[in-house]
């Protein structure tokens, strides 16, 4: 496939939730399918690699390297797109090196991604000048992606979520990591519209600040309160849900972004945060890889996502 593939046009659905609770709050959901763009480089990933792959490509760059974590989304879509538009990948892995790959890290390893291990106290310095000599000094002429894919092209990229929603709406959500997805929405926004952003991560009242170097307006907040505990943690009470909400309406979210945000979403709107008649899309940014390693991870507590 040639890179150029990546800017044709996506028809990508907008999907109305229908749930007694929308019902009996006057509140209408829609899900913006996002997930459903590729099968391995879904939802924001693909939006955050698309212009920075077309860039490193201008350049004349053949090594597409990045960071993240075991579990990392991000590793796993630069993996795949640098498998399918000829790029040579490198993934910086936060944390010691597993006996055995967990799923994200053995599919990130079969589409041809070289691992590298760093300990949590030097990946902390991963962007400096000292960390790039020591760890990546030989590997010539790369191009960097920063971890989570956050930088000016991949907002960019972002932007464009919201010119293919055809209804009109009062509210958008969306997970947020690193906020550079957010911060893309945000920009595409219309004067009568805001965004609401749900934190996935704990002490994540930082990520204000990563947006306001990308943002135009201030039409938007950060919900704080739907962690469930930290990045990649989950209990019974978010598993529960999203369970439900597969089986109710036939539709998988992930544990760390996107169940968060969902939960989160459906919790303000049973305790009346929305005005009556409010229409709201919420971006499903994909993010589904990430299930089979937390069922692994989480086995032994009894707690599995279908």
């Given at each position: 496939m040639y890179l150029w593939r990546m800017h044709s046009p996506i028809n990508i659905p907008v999907q109305e939730i229908l749930d007694p609770v929308l019902r009996e709050n006057a509140v209408r959901v829609y899900l913006k399918r996002e997930d459903l763009i590729h099968e391995k480089i879904s939802g924001n990933k693909w939006r955050k690699l698309v212009y920075n792959l077309k860039h490193a490509k201008s350049k004349g760059l053949k090594t597409l390297v990045t960071f993240g974590g075991a579990f990392s989304n991000h590793i796993s879509a630069t993996a795949a797109a640098g498998k399918e538009f000829g790029f040579k990948t490198v993934g910086v892995i936060r944390g010691e090196e597993y006996a055995s790959l967990n799923p994200t890290l053995h599919y990130a390893s079969s589409c041809g991604m070289e691992l590298r291990y760093v300990d949590r106290s030097a990946y902390r310095e991963k962007m400096s000048k000292e960390f790039k000599a020591k760890y990546l000094a030989d590997i010539e002429s790369y191009y960097l992606i920063p971890e989570g894919g956050?930088?000016?092209?991949?907002?960019?990229?972002?932007?464009?979520?919201?010119?293919?929603?055809?209804?009109?709406?009062?509210?958008?959500?969306?997970?947020?990591?690193?906020?550079?997805?957010?911060?893309?929405?945000?920009?595409?926004?219309?004067?009568?519209?805001?965004?609401?952003?749900?934190?996935?991560?704990?002490?994540?009242d930082f990520i204000h600040d990563e947006i306001r170097k990308y943002v135009i307006n201030s039409q938007w907040s950060l919900n704080l309160d739907y962690h469930f505990g930290g990045y990649a943690k989950v209990d019974r009470v978010l598993v529960d849900f999203i369970n439900q909400f597969k089986l109710k309406h036939n539709i998988a979210l992930d544990p760390i972004y996107t169940g968060k945000m969902m939960f989160g979403l459906w919790n303000l709107i049973e305790n009346g945060y929305f005005r009556r008649g409010t229409t709201i899309i919420a971006i499903h940014t994909g993010g589904l890889q990430g299930i089979l390693g937390m069922n692994e991870r989480n086995r032994a507590k009894g707690l599995q996502i279908l």
């Amino acid at each position: 496939m040639y890179l150029w593939r990546m800017h044709s046009p996506i028809n990508i659905p907008v999907q109305e939730i229908l749930d007694p609770v929308l019902r009996e709050n006057a509140v209408r959901v829609y899900l913006k399918r996002e997930d459903l763009i590729h099968e391995k480089i879904s939802g924001n990933k693909w939006r955050k690699l698309v212009y920075n792959l077309k860039h490193a490509k201008s350049k004349g760059l053949k090594t597409l390297v990045t960071f993240g974590g075991a579990f990392s989304n991000h590793i796993s879509a630069t993996a795949a797109a640098g498998k399918e538009f000829g790029f040579k990948t490198v993934g910086v892995i936060r944390g010691e090196e597993y006996a055995s790959l967990n799923p994200t890290l053995h599919y990130a390893s079969s589409c041809g991604m070289e691992l590298r291990y760093v300990d949590r106290s030097a990946y902390r310095e991963k962007m400096s000048k000292e960390f790039k000599a020591k760890y990546l000094a030989d590997i010539e002429s790369y191009y960097l992606i920063p971890e989570g894919g956050t930088n000016k092209l991949a907002v960019r990229g972002c932007e464009e979520i919201l010119s293919e929603i055809p209804i009109d709406f009062d509210v958008t959500c969306c997970a947020c990591g690193t906020g550079g997805t957010l911060s893309g929405i945000i920009n595409s926004l219309k004067p009568h519209q805001r965004a609401l952003g749900f934190v996935s991560l704990k002490g994540g009242d930082f990520i204000h600040d990563e947006i306001r170097k990308y943002v135009i307006n201030s039409q938007w907040s950060l919900n704080l309160d739907y962690h469930f505990g930290g990045y990649a943690k989950v209990d019974r009470v978010l598993v529960d849900f999203i369970n439900q909400f597969k089986l109710k309406h036939n539709i998988a979210l992930d544990p760390i972004y996107t169940g968060k945000m969902m939960f989160g979403l459906w919790n303000l709107i049973e305790n009346g945060y929305f005005r009556r008649g409010t229409t709201i899309i919420a971006i499903h940014t994909g993010g589904l890889q990430g299930i089979l390693g937390m069922n692994e991870r989480n086995r032994a507590k009894g707690l599995q996502i279908l």
